[in-house]
Nanobody, 122 residues
Framework: QVRLLESGGGLVQAGGSLRLSCASS????????MGWFRQAPGKERELVGA????????YYTNSVKGRFTISRDNAKNTVYLQMNNLKPEDTAVYYC???????????????WGQGTQVTVSS
């Protein structure tokens, strides 16, 4: 059974930092590209960024470029999202997702975590 388990969310003041982790089990992690998504209340789920199976390629949505960094440790079956200079508009539930393809449509990702709440106060 495949599981993706996010952790590291919480409440932080604007300008602060958080690091999210997504630990996987039940899949050959090194074969999967990983995506981080977020969904704010009343909004659609959006792709924040993605990292290729070996970490050699990454993608970020414009609103987080220069502030967020995705990394992965295939030995630990874990992907990370380092979030710096957080803004109130970053408040959302953050999800990790796995797929063998590079950045498919959100609905096409094979596996999803349950999400972790990030709240940024002004």
């Amino acid at each position: 059974q495949v599981r993706l388990l996010e952790s590291g969310g919480g409440l932080v003041q604007a300008g602060g930092s958080l690091r999210l982790s997504c630990a996987s089990s039940g899949l050959t992690f090194s074969r999967y590209a990983m995506g981080w998504f977020r969904q704010a209340p009343g909004k659609e789920r959006e792709l924040v960024g993605a990292i290729s199976y070996n970490g050699g390629n990454s993608y970020y949505t414009n609103s987080v470029k220069g502030r967020f960094t995705i990394s992965r440790d295939n030995a630990k079956n874990t992907v990370y999202l380092q979030m710096n200079n957080l803004k109130p508009e970053d408040t959302a539930v953050y999800y990790c997702a796995a797929d063998v393809r590079w950045v498919p449509a959100p609905s096409e990702y094979l596996y999803w975590g349950q999400g972790t709440q990030v709240t940024v106060s002004s």
